[in-house]
């Protein structure tokens, strides 16, 4: 099975933020992005492997700066690592200043996908090579990341827990 970069699961769907969309405050439902963050994360997986995809779980989303009405806002979304049938996605959020053009980080999110196949059955994925600063910590972070949900979850034994180990001795 061929390898690849988070690069080749890049998606970015932008769009505009309408009455319809917010709050009292005038500012994006929160579920409203995360619908947004799911969709991108969902086709960054699935542009990965090539293959149908399922959102496992929603492992983290931060919501640091509110979306206003009539906003610009980006998310972009790329594959950080991969593991036997389940893809670790981080999800950046951006807000364009229709004035200036300048773009505000306003949260991030990190989602995780299986692959499956026509039954729902699921299916190997390519392993991603991380070529950037940024793409290497995010795929070292991941590995983190997962012993940490597996551990919580009662899935895996402390003592096989090395990544996590190694940050404390």
């Known amino acids: 099975m061929q390898t690849r970069t988070p690069e080749q699961s890049k998606t970015t769907l932008t769009d505009v933020v ?16 995360l619908a947004r963050m799911d969709r991108a994360a969902s086709i960054s997986a699935s542009r990965h492997c090539r293959q149908i995809v399922v ?6 989303v931060a919501f640091t700066r509110s ?6 806002v980006t998310v972009e979304a790329k594959v950080s690592r991969a593991f036997k049938t389940s893809m670790e ?8 200043d229709r004035t200036s053009g300048e773009k505000l980080k306003a949260n991030e999110g990190i989602y995780t996908f299986v692959a499956v196949d026509e039954t729902g059955r699921p299916v190997a994925v390519p392993e991603v090579v991380p070529e950037t600063t940024l793409e290497k ?29 190694a940050l404390f001795l």
């Open 55 to 60: 959102t496992a779980s929603v492992n983290h």
């Open 89 to 96: 996605v981080f999800i950046d959020v951006w807000i364009e």
């Open 67 to 72: 979306v206003p009405l009539g906003s610009v």
């Open 137 to 165: 910590r995010r795929f070292d972070a991941a590995l983190r990341r997962k012993q940490l949900s597996l551990l919580l979850a009662g899935k895996m034994n402390p003592d096989e827990a090395s990544e996590l180990k």
């Open 18 to 33: 309408l009455p319809g969309e917010t709050n009292a405050l005038n500012s994006l439902f929160g579920g409203e992005l």
